[in-house]
């Protein structure tokens, strides 16, 4: 008895009490027209950035919901991607013709436009020492200094459109997601692929686990894999969304995973067993991104209903 007590509180200890957490409904953001298509939070959780199909960015309190700041909007095209540099003092939207833009995120002045030379542009992305942006356009990624906002390298290999990047976080690997069914692994510096791995279907979102041994994908078949990047071995398989899976997010301590999709909901994963937690069910269409708060508390998620919505978890 004394034994088996021993060993239970060991086991507490040593492992995340994802049973205990609960994730409640804190309120909806509603400015958008259209969809919005990309949602993040600054670095210091205060601000939630929104991007829509009606052409405009949106920046929200998120402790009162009330919109801070109206970027200005693009006569022709809008941004599927939204970011905030490290260091919160950058905006960066990649816009679907190619185009990236840099605002300055206190102002919302207007500090730069890049060229990305090829339409259809679907993700942005600091290394997270702030020194480097990726822009995925078309089949294409671009590398930028992003302290000089010069060209440094373009990424080429996939044969169609990337539907999303992200940075490792020691910020030497960038992964890409295409429509050719592939996922790869590029060395930043080398501009060369390290590793690529043959989908069975489009690859739509993916993202590292905080300490990067982890490789969550997203499908358009309604499945999220998530990958040992050490053994090169599928550590989970979750089936439980009824539709394609458009986006998919670790929490900053890495115990969850958050998954959007097709099916209007926004399910909640334990990412050691592959347990489903919670699925939220406020949209009233796709999900199509979401983002957790850098202190873990808080979620967003964006849909075609047109609002972001915040989510409160606690434990």
């Not at 021993?6 to 009490?17: E, G, K, Q």
Request: hydrophobic share 35%; glycine share 10%.
């Amino acid at each position: 008895m004394k034994i088996t007590a021993t060993f239970l509180i060991l086991l507490a200890l040593l492992s995340p009490n994802t049973d205990a957490i609960t994730v409640e409904h804190q309120r909806s953001l509603i400015g958008h027209t259209q969809v919005v298509t990309s949602v993040a939070f600054s670095p210091d959780g205060s601000i939630l950035a929104t991007a829509g199909i009606d052409r405009t960015i949106q920046l929200w309190d998120v402790r009162t919901g009330s919109q801070q700041m109206r970027l200005p909007a693009r006569t022709y095209s809008w941004a599927e991607s939204i970011g905030f540099s490290p260091d919160g003092r950058t905006l960066v939207t990649g816009y679907t013709d190619g185009l990236t833009r840099v605002w300055d995120a206190e102002t919302g002045r207007d500090k730069q436009t890049l060229n990305g030379q090829a339409a259809g542009g679907s993700s942005v992305a600091f290394s997270p020492d702030g020194k480097i942006l990726a822009y995925a356009s078309g089949n294409r990624v671009w590398i930028w200094d992003a302290e000089r906002w010069r060209h440094k390298r373009t990424l080429t290999g996939h044969t169609e459109k990337i539907t999303d990047i992200a940075f490792s976080p020691d910020g030497k690997v960038l992964a890409s997601g295409s429509h050719d069914e592939t996922l790869r692994l590029w060395d930043v510096e080398a501009g060369k692929v390290n590793r690529q791995r043959q989908q069975p279907e489009i690859v739509m979102s993916m993202a590292f686990s905080p300490a990067g041994r982890l490789l969550a994908s997203a499908t358009w078949s309604g499945t999220v894999r998530v990958w040992d990047l050490e053994t090169g071995k599928r550590t989970a398989k979750l089936t439980e969304h009824t539709g394609p899976v458009f986006t998919v997010a670790f929490s900053p301590n890495g115990d969850l995973l958050a998954t959007g999709g097709r099916d209007k909901t926004v399910r909640l994963w334990d990412v050691k067993t592959g347990a489903l937690i919670q699925t939220l069910t406020g949209h009233l269409e796709t999900v199509g991104c979401v983002t957790f708060s850098p202190d873990g508390r808080m979620l967003a998620s964006g849909s075609e209903d047109g609002t972001a919505q915040l989510w409160k978890i606690s434990e």
